[in-house]
């Protein structure tokens, strides 16, 4: 009996050169990365600055374990000539490159998209900045807590009565991620699959997160209405909110099909609810919200969560207990699926993180290792260019890598 061969992941043989940083370029390689793409981490010689974002153990960074993982590092500064050669020859065997630099900084140090198509016309260059290439925003800095305003994000977000609201995490920093890697995919689908050559993919990060937020431009354009802060309500459906348990624990309701809806009021001894004009539509229904939340949160409050759960499980009711990240971890689901996987690290003796995305049952994906020091694979890489050990030694003498 012989063992059948692991598919290799979709994306091997595809080589990246990410001179990204914080935060949503690096995403779109640690996407490429994890089904199979070579990719290879340019960093000035100081390091990526997200290695010091976040907590670290040891002087470990723990974000970059997970963003830097399955590439390989390198270091490189592309302000003087010898660096700008260097990239370029990696440049010469590459299918993609990723940068985040102000627009006209790579034109600066002359390595703008028409240099480096000159030494790969197969190269697909993705730049990812805050306001795009275009447009009297282009020179600003911008980050996704910027894009998190720009976009309306911020404005819907929160309390009626609070102001504002921001996540804790970089949101739209991990669309524009998710975008770049869709766009990268799409230009490279083009290129090989339809004969065209390379191009520039121009991503502002403000963009993806304003597409993912609805129809709100269509309904100011037509009705001139702009929406508010709902807290954990919807505007389109209810109940639909965050609800404490007796054992004061909280657990998350959604109703957007209307079968459910009617489940959850015969679930909490509010059938009668069902027979009102109103509540066969999603948005009117939402319009009676405080009648609705009183009716759940009443029949909640009196309930420990996992009677709760084990109620709305067995009416066939969408709830779900809402996790830390303790729970995360300990969920059954979670463990089953391996939705939090465990690595082996050098630094840090083995590290848990976030699985993939999604999983390919023919080609799957596969985390082979977590973020990599500084450097980590200069004379791996810079071998394979030709540069043998002592070059290499005196091009980190002289701040090159």
Same mark, same amino acid.
């Given at each position: 009996?012989?063992?059948?061969?692991?598919?290799?992941?979709?994306?091997?043989?595809?080589?990246?050169?990410?001179?990204?940083?914080?935060?949503?370029?690096?995403?779109?390689?640690?996407?490429?990365?994890?089904?199979?793409?070579?990719?290879?981490?340019?960093?000035?010689?100081?390091?990526?600055?997200?290695?010091?974002?976040?907590?670290?153990? #040891?002087?470990?960074?723990?974000?970059?374990?997970?963003?830097?993982?399955?590439?390989?590092?390198?270091?490189?500064?592309?302000?003087?000539?010898?660096?700008?050669?260097?990239?370029?020859?990696?440049?010469?065997?590459?299918?993609?490159?990723?940068?985040?630099?102000?627009?006209?900084?790579?034109?600066?140090?002359?390595?703008?998209?028409?240099?480096?198509?000159?030494?790969?016309?197969?190269?697909?260059?993705?730049?990812?900045?805050g306001f795009g290439q275009e447009g009297p925003y282009r020179r600003r800095p911008g980050f996704g807590t910027i894009a998190e305003a720009m976009s309306g994000f911020a404005h819907i977000t929160g309390q009626p009565d609070g102001p504002p609201t921001l996540p804790p995490f970089g949101l739209a920093d991990g669309i524009a991620g998710l975008a770049g890697a869709v766009a990268v995919l799409t230009a490279l689908y083009h290129r090989d699959a339809r004969?065209?050559?390379?191009?520039?993919?121009?991503?502002?990060?403000?963009?993806?997160?304003?597409?993912?937020?609805?129809?709100?431009?269509?309904? !100011?354009?037509?009705?001139?209405?702009?929406?508010?802060?709902?807290?954990?309500?919807?505007?389109?459906?209810?109940?639909?909110?965050?609800?404490?348990?007796?054992?004061?624990?909280?657990?998350?309701?959604?109703?957007?099909?209307? $079968?459910?809806?009617?489940?959850?009021?015969?679930?909490?001894?509010?059938?009668?609810?069902? #027979?009102?004009?109103?509540?066969?539509?999603?948005?009117?229904?939402?319009?009676?919200?405080?009648?609705?939340?009183?009716?759940?949160?009443?029949?909640?409050?009196?309930?420990?969560?996992?009677?709760?759960?084990?109620?709305?499980?067995?009416?066939?009711?969408?709830?779900?207990?809402?996790?830390?990240?303790?729970?995360?971890?300990?969920?059954?689901?979670?463990?089953?699926?391996?939705?939090?996987?465990?690595?082996?690290?050098?630094?840090?003796? $083995?590290?848990?993180?976030?699985?993939?995305?999604?999983?390919?049952?023919?080609?799957?994906?596969?985390?082979?290792?977590?973020?990599?020091?500084?450097?980590?694979?200069?004379?791996?890489? !810079?071998?394979?260019?030709?540069?043998?050990?002592?070059?290499?030694?005196?091009?980190?003498?002289?701040?090159?890598?």
């Amino acid at each position: 009996m012989t063992d059948v061969a692991r598919p290799q992941p979709p994306l091997t043989g595809l080589r990246v050169i990410e001179l990204a940083t914080i935060l949503a370029g690096p995403l779109t390689g640690m996407l490429l990365a994890d089904h199979g793409a070579d990719v290879i981490k340019v960093e000035h010689p100081r390091g990526d600055p997200l290695r010091t974002h976040g907590h670290a153990k #040891d002087g470990v960074g723990l974000l970059w374990k997970v963003i830097g993982r399955n590439k390989r590092t390198v270091t490189l500064d592309l302000r003087g000539p010898d660096g700008q050669d260097l990239l370029l020859r990696l440049v010469a065997g590459a299918d993609v490159l990723i940068e985040n630099f102000r627009p006209g900084t790579l034109e600066g140090w002359n390595l703008g998209p028409e240099r480096l198509h000159a030494a790969n016309p197969r190269l697909v260059i993705l730049r990812t900045t805050g306001f795009g290439q275009e447009g009297p925003y282009r020179r600003r800095p911008g980050f996704g807590t910027i894009a998190e305003a720009m976009s309306g994000f911020a404005h819907i977000t929160g309390q009626p009565d609070g102001p504002p609201t921001l996540p804790p995490f970089g949101l739209a920093d991990g669309i524009a991620g998710l975008a770049g890697a869709v766009a990268v995919l799409t230009a490279l689908y083009h290129r090989d699959a339809r004969g065209g050559t390379g191009q520039v993919i121009d991503l502002a990060i403000y963009e993806p997160i304003l597409s993912l937020l609805g129809a709100q431009p269509t309904v !100011y354009d037509q009705l001139g209405i702009i929406p508010g802060r709902t807290g954990n309500r919807s505007t389109n459906n209810a109940p639909r909110n965050t609800y404490r348990t007796a054992d004061g624990k909280w657990v998350a309701i959604s109703t957007s099909a209307q $079968s459910v809806a009617e489940r959850v009021m015969r679930l909490v001894g509010r059938p009668e609810l069902i #027979d009102e004009p109103w509540f066969a539509s999603g948005t009117q229904r939402a319009q009676h919200a405080d009648e609705l939340d009183a009716a759940v949160s009443e029949w909640i409050a009196e309930r420990p969560q996992t009677e709760v759960i084990g109620a709305f499980e067995a009416a066939e009711a969408a709830a779900i207990p809402i996790y830390d990240v303790a729970d995360i971890m300990a969920d059954p689901q979670v463990v089953a699926r391996e939705s939090v996987t465990e690595l082996p690290d050098p630094e840090l003796g $083995s590290v848990k993180m976030q699985n993939v995305m999604f999983r390919m049952l023919g080609t799957p994906a596969e985390l082979r290792w977590a973020g990599r020091p500084v450097g980590g694979d200069n004379e791996e890489v !810079y071998g394979e260019l030709g540069i043998d050990p002592q070059r290499l030694a005196q091009l980190q003498a002289e701040g090159v890598v």
